[in-house]
C-alpha cells in the first residue's frame, strides 16, 4: 500500500488549486456576462407582445356584430381567466410539462432531445419550452439558423425575465396558430366549435391542443383520422401529468364532437354602421389604419341589433329588387344620442357609400319643424291664421317667387298654423318665413345641430338646401329630448388587446331650446298622423297611421327628386331618405311612398318590445280643446275637435261659434269645404293617400 505523504497532499492541493483558478479565471467573464445579461434584460423591461389581433365590433346588448380581420386571419386576444381550465392543462400537458418549474429553458429535457437524435441521427424530438415558442411566434422568422436561435434565446429570457408564468401562456394561448386561418385559441374554438375559448370541454380541448403541432396535418377538418390520434397523445399526456383520470379520457376520447368549421361570427351586418365607426376610430380618436385593422380592439357600439335588422328587413321587404332606387336610415336614442340602427344603401357590396351620414339632399318639407318652431319664438301659436291660396311673392325689386302646394291644392281660405304643418301647406310656410324674416330660420336650424350650409331665402322654409340624414335626425332628438341636444355617437367603449379601456364615452346634453316651446312642437307634429286635421287635402301621415301605436310625432318631406319622413317617441327618433343617386325624378306615386312605409314598419317592429312612453309635459304649457278648422276653443256644438296644447298665455280664448244655432259666418269667410279647387281624378288619389 502507498503511503500517502504530506508532500504529496500538498503537490495535489496546488494542481487542483491551480485548475481552480484557471477554472475560476476562464469562466469569470461568462459569470459577468450572465450577471450583466441578466440585469441589461430587467433594464429593457419587457418587449412589447402585441400581434395582429382582430378587431371586434360589439352591439349594445355585447353580442358581436362585426370583425375586422388582419390580412383576411382570425385573431382574438383574451384573458388567462377567459380560456377554459382544460384547455391549459391540456396545453401544458402536450407542449410544455414542467412550464410552471423552468425559467424558458427545460435543460433536462434539452439534454433528453439531444440523446434522442443521437441515437436515431437525425432530428426526431424537440425540446421548445412554451415561452420558446411564444417567443418564437412573436418575433422571429420560421428558419433555423443560428442566429435564430440565439434570438430566440434572448427573446426567451426577456419574456421569463418581465412576466409571469400566466402573462406567458396566456400570450402563448393567444398567438399559436390553429389552422385555416385561426391565431389563437378564441379564434380556433369559434371557428372549430362555434364557442368562446372559457366553454371548450375535456373533448374540445385536447383535440385542439393537438393542431398546433402540425395544424394542416392534424386538422379535424381535413384529417380526421390523425386529428384524433393527436388527441389520444393528449389525452394520455393529461392522464400522466394527473389533470384528469384514464376513465375520463376515454370519456373525452370516445365523446362525438360537432365540427363547425367557420367563424359564428356575421358577415356583412350593419356594414354601414361599422365604416362609420372605423372613421370615428381613424379621423376622431387618432388610431391609424394599422391599428383599427390589426390592433386587436374590441369596439363596444352604440347598436341595436335587433332594431338594425328590422331595419334592413323593411327596406329589403319594401322597395322592389328591380328597382334603382336608393336609401338611408338613421335610428338615434334621443336621450343619448346613440345610434341605434343604420342603413346607408340597398346593398354594401355594390355600393359602400353611406348614403346616412355622407350624402347630402334637399329635405323638403321635413325642414319645416325648425320654421314653425322659430315663428312660435316671435308671436305665432298653433291657431295663428294664414291664408293658404296661390301666392307671388316679389323678392327684391325684379325677382319673384312663386311656392305651390303638392297638386296646385290649395285651402283658398286661413288655416292655422298646426293644419298647415300636417298637410304641409307651403304657401303658408314661405309666409311665415318671410313675416318672421329668413335670418331666423337659418338660426334656428343652427341651433338644432343643423351645419351644413344654409342661406336665408325664402324657399329655405321649404327645405331646398341640402343636408345630412343622420344630421337631420339629430335635429330632430331635440325635440324629442325636451329641447336638450346629445350629439350622435357610434362608439360606447374601447378597450385594447390587453384588456384596457382607451375610451369611454359620457352622454353630455346641452339645453338649445326652451322646453315648452319643444314640447308643443311636438304636439304639432303629432298632428301629421292625425285626421282630425284634414282639410283641402289629408295629412301628410295618413297613410301610415294605422301602424301607430303610441306618442309618434314626426314630418315627410318631399321633393321632386327626394322623399324623407323623420319621426319620433320619446325613445327613439328615425329618418327615412328615399331617392336615386344620379338625381333622376322620383314617381309620384310608387317612389314616394317607400320612406314612409319603411319609416312606419321599422318603427313599429323597433319598439314593439319597448314599454309605452308619453312625452313629458313641461311647466308653462296648456292644453286645450280647439275647433281644427279655425283654432278656437271648441264648443259641444263642433263636430271636430283635437285637444292641443300651447305655450302658457298663448291659447285661444274666444269659443268658435261656426256650429252654433242660428249662427252665420262672418261676411266673406267662405269655408274651405266649399272653395276647394277640383283636384281631379290622380291628384284626388295623393290627397286621399296624403302626399306631401
Known sequence: MEIITVDGLMKTWRWVWLWLRTLIIFSLPFVIIGLLFIVYIHILGPPPLQVPQTTVFYGADGSIVGENEPSGHNRHWVKFDDVSPEMIDATIAIEDRRFFDHHGFDYKRIAGAIIADLRAGAKVQGASTITQQYSRNLFLVPDKTWERKLKEAYYTARIEANYTKEEILQGY???????????????????????????????????????????????????????????????????????ISQEQAKAAFQKPLEIIGSSSLPKDKAAYFQDAVEYILKNELGLDKEEVKMGGYHVYTTLDPEMQKAAERWVEKTIPDTSNIQVALAAVDPRTGSVKAMVGGRSYKESSYN?????KRAPGSTFKPFLYYAAMKNGFTPSTLLKSERTTFRIGEDETYTPE??????????????????????????????????????????????????????????????????????AYGVFANNGKKTEPSFIKKIVDYKGDVIFEREVEEKQVIDPAYAFVMTDLLRGVFDERLNDYSRVTGASVNHLITRPTAGKTGSTDYDSWIIGYTPQLVTGVWTGYDEGKKLHPFNDVLYSK?????????????????????????????????????????CPVKRFSYYIAGTEPTKHCKDHLPNQHKEKGKSSPKQEKENPGFFKGIWNWFGGD
Open 405 to 474: 302646394n303638392f297638386g296646385n291644392l290649395y285651402a283658398n281660405d286661413e288655416i292655422t298654423m298646426a293644419q298647415a304643418l300636417a298637410l304641409s301647406d307651403n304657401v303658408y310656410a314661405v309666409k311665415t318665413n318671410l313675416f318672421i324674416g329668413p335670418e331666423k330660420l337659418v338660426d334656428t336650424a343652427q341651433k338644432l345641430g343643423i351645419d351644413s350650409k344654409l342661406s336665408p331665402i325664402p324657399s329655405l322654409a321649404l327645405g331646398t338646401k341640402p343636408v345630412g340624414v343622420l344630421e337631420m335626425v339629430s
Open 597 to 637: 312605409n319603411i319609416w312606419a314598419h321599422f318603427m313599429k317592429d323597433a319598439l314593439e318590445d319597448k314599454p309605452v312612453a308619453k312625452f313629458h309635459k313641461p311647466d308653462g304649457v296648456v292644453g286645450v280643446y280647439v275647433n281644427p278648422d279655425n283654432g278656437l276653443l271648441a264648443t259641444e256644438a
Open 173 to 243: 394561448l393567444n398567438t399559436i396558430y390553429y389552422g385555416h386561418g385561426n391565431y389563437g385559441i378564441e379564434a380556433a374554438a369559434r371557428y372549430y366549435f362555434g364557442k368562446s375559448a372559457d366553454e371548450l370541454n375535456i373533448a374540445e380541448a385536447s383535440m385542439l391542443a393537438g393542431v398546433p403541432k402540425g395544424p394542416s396535418y392534424y386538422s379535424p377538418i381535413d384529417h380526421f383520422k390523425s386529428a384524433k390520434e393527436r388527441q389520444k397523445i393528449v389525452l394520455d399526456a393529461m392522464v400522466e401529468t394527473k389533470k
Open 355 to 359: 348614403r346616412a351620414t355622407q350624402a
